[in-house]
């Protein structure tokens, strides 16, 4: 079995669409997505692109992507990438395609000067938590995500 890791284009906006809304489905959170797709592939592959993508494909057929973005460790001093998406089809979840995905970011991430790699999983999820942990990854328990969206966001903003 062949495992391929490549760069998105914009030709695979229609895949990386139907990526997100699988994993949105997978994570009970289909009711959330709202993107346009049209302004998805502007701010992942316009004139300031916001977001990476890599596309996982086993046999050369695409079965899973990860979206990733820079972020900034004040207390490093250096970038870190933070894995917005992870998704492996459920046919090919067993196939190794996972630990590809996330070791290509973990190369990207040394190759890049990068402190760390981070992500969040659901608190449910304790088959990609074990998963996770059984690659070296940590609970960072002592941390709360916390977010402003909605009204919310727009109230801020005009404070």
């Given at each position: 079995?062949?495992?391929?890791?490549?760069?998105?284009?914009?030709?695979?906006?229609?895949?990386?669409?139907?990526?997100?809304r699988d994993l949105a489905e997978y994570e009970k959170l289909?009711?959330?997505?709202?993107?346009?797709?049209?302004?998805?592939?502007?701010?992942?592959?316009?004139?300031?692109?916001?977001?990476?993508?890599?596309?996982?494909?086993?046999?050369?057929?695409?079965?899973?992507?990860?979206?990733?973005?820079?972020?900034?460790?004040?207390?490093?001093?250096?970038?870190?990438?933070?894995?917005?998406?992870?998704?492996?089809?459920?046919?090919?979840?067993?196939?190794?395609?996972?630990?590809?995905?996330?070791?290509?970011?973990?190369?990207?991430?040394?190759?890049?000067?990068?402190?760390?790699?981070?992500?969040?999983?659901?608190?449910?999820?304790?088959?990609?938590?074990?998963?996770?942990?059984?690659?070296?990854?940590?609970?960072?328990?002592?941390?709360?995500?916390?977010?402003?969206?909605?009204?919310?966001?727009?109230?801020?903003?005009?404070?």
């Amino acid at each position: 079995m062949t495992i391929a890791i490549r760069p998105a284009t914009s030709a695979d906006l229609p895949l990386i669409a139907q990526f997100i809304r699988d994993l949105a489905e997978y994570e009970k959170l289909a009711h959330e997505v709202r993107f346009d797709e049209t302004r998805l592939g502007e701010k992942l592959f316009g004139p300031r692109p916001y977001a990476e993508v890599v596309i996982g494909e086993i046999e050369s057929t695409p079965q899973g992507f990860a979206l990733f973005f820079h972020n900034f460790s004040t207390f490093e001093g250096r970038p870190g990438l933070y894995l917005e998406d992870l998704f492996v089809r459920p046919a090919a979840r067993g196939s190794g395609l996972g630990k590809a995905l996330l070791a290509h970011l973990a190369r990207l991430c040394v190759d890049r000067d990068c402190a760390r790699l981070e992500w969040s999983v659901l608190d449910w999820n304790a088959p990609a938590i074990g998963f996770y942990q059984s690659l070296g990854a940590r609970l960072m328990d002592e941390w709360t995500v916390m977010r402003v969206d909605g009204d919310a966001l727009t109230d801020l903003a005009a404070a």
